[in-house]
T-cell receptor, first 110, second 115 residues
Framework: SQQGEEDPQALSIQEGENATMNCSYK?????LQWYRQNSGRGLVHLIL?????REKHSGRLRVTLDTSKKSSSLLITASRAADTASYFC??????????FGPGTRLSVLP | KAGVTQTPRYLIKTRGQQVTLSCSPI?????VSWYQQTPGQGLQFLFE???????NKGNFPGRFSGRQFSNSRSEMNVSTLELGDSALYLC??????????????FGSGTRLTVV
């Protein structure tokens, strides 16, 4: 069954540095989405990349998708303390279901 | 515009009781999905409703049920509560069915504690 796996599980960086987290999956997808969750709160939709797209940008976020390797990466540039959160990839399996990965906990130290 | 509203924010219940959680989606959104989030299992899909019909259901026991009203508001109910039902329950809305090509907008969640 479809699963999203993210790595690393946790990441700690200094303010101003770039943060990269990865998501791998098993079966073909319609699109892949990234979400952010601040501690104990709801998730916030960051970016959606379709299976026929290779790269998308939104502000300081850059997402890539490699369907041949079944993997995606989320890059946050010039990180800030406010970026401290958990980040989840979510896989849309052509409407059959929508699966979240276990998440990457990002800590940005001032 | 108003976001997704979940009520109540916090809830403490005793084992064996039942609970009803409410979710009001963004105006105009017709799809509502529910997720359970726990430290051990992460985000697990409960069910999705679209136009008052259950479209998808996750792998949860029959104690978990839901419904959607004509105004797209949704409720989920958990009967005969168990300690393991303690979790953050998240509601997400989307304009169309599921998160296909739209992405979800999530509420802040209901934190359920079963004692």
């Amino acid at each position: 069954s479809q699963q999203g796996e993210e790595d690393p599980q946790a990441l700690s960086i200094q303010e101003g540095e770039n943060a990269t987290m990865n998501c791998s999956y098993k079966t073909s997808i319609n699109n892949l989405q990234w979400y952010r969750q601040n501690s104990g709160r709801g998730l916030v939709h960051l970016i959606l990349i379709r299976s026929n797209e290779r790269e998308k940008h939104s502000g300081r976020l850059r997402v890539t998708l490699d369907t041949s390797k079944k993997s995606s990466s989320l890059l946050i540039t010039a990180s800030r303390a406010a970026d401290t959160a958990s980040y989840f990839c979510a896989l849309d399996n052509y409407g059959q279901n929508f699966v979240f990965g276990p998440g990457t906990r990002l800590s940005v130290l001032p | 515009k108003a976001g997704v509203t979940q009520t109540p924010r916090y809830l403490i219940k005793t084992r064996g009781q039942q609970v009803t959680l409410s979710c009001s989606p963004i105006s105009g959104h017709r799809s509502v999905s529910w997720y359970q989030q726990t430290p051990g299992q992460g985000l697990q899909f409960l069910f999705e409703y679209f136009s008052e019909t259950q479209r998808n259901k996750g792998n949860f026991p029959g104690r978990f049920s839901g419904r959607q009203f004509s105004n797209s508001r949704s409720e989920m109910n958990v009967s005969t509560l168990e300690l393991g039902d303690s979790a953050l329950y998240l509601c997400a809305s989307s304009p169309g069915t599921g998160a296909n090509n739209y992405g979800y907008t999530f509420g802040s969640g209901t934190r359920l504690t079963v004692v």
